[in-house]
């Protein structure tokens, strides 16, 4: 099994910063793929970014060049830099873990945590 909790949400201006961290704890390996979605009201679960077993990631077009998904195995820690925020960005912010790693489809992601706030607004 595995755990994992988000933390770093909050509510922060147009333009603003803001950087997501998530904490997994059990059987997590790190070649195991992990990535981040979210969910704004009345939608969806959306993916967000992605990075597999080497390191490498990847982007949904909308965040793009504003977010950097990145991964510290020692700390067993994923991180999601988020930078010149929308209020689109708005949403609860979830972080994924597969066994193993397969392809980014959010099926194929076997543990979620419970999800983080990001409130953009003026």
């Known amino acids: 099994q595995v755990q994992l909790v988000e933390s770093g949400g909050a509510s922060v201006q147009p333009g603003g910063s803001l950087r997501l961290s998530c904490t997994a704890s059990g059987n997590i390996y790190p070649n195991d793929c992990m990535g981040w979605f979210r969910q704004a009201p009345g939608k969806e679960r959306d993916r967000v970014a992605f990075?597999?077993?080497?390191?490498?990631?990847r982007y949904v077009d909308s965040v793009r060049g504003r977010f950097t998904i990145s991964k510290d195995t020692a700390k067993n820690t994923l991180y999601l830099q988020m930078n010149s925020l929308k209020p689109d960005d708005t949403a609860t912010y979830y972080c994924a873990a597969q066994k193993g790693c397969g392809a980014w489809w959010a099926p194929l992601f076997a543990y979620w945590g419970p999800g983080t706030q990001v409130t953009v607004s003026s």
């Open positions: 990075i597999d077993g080497d390191g490498d990631t």
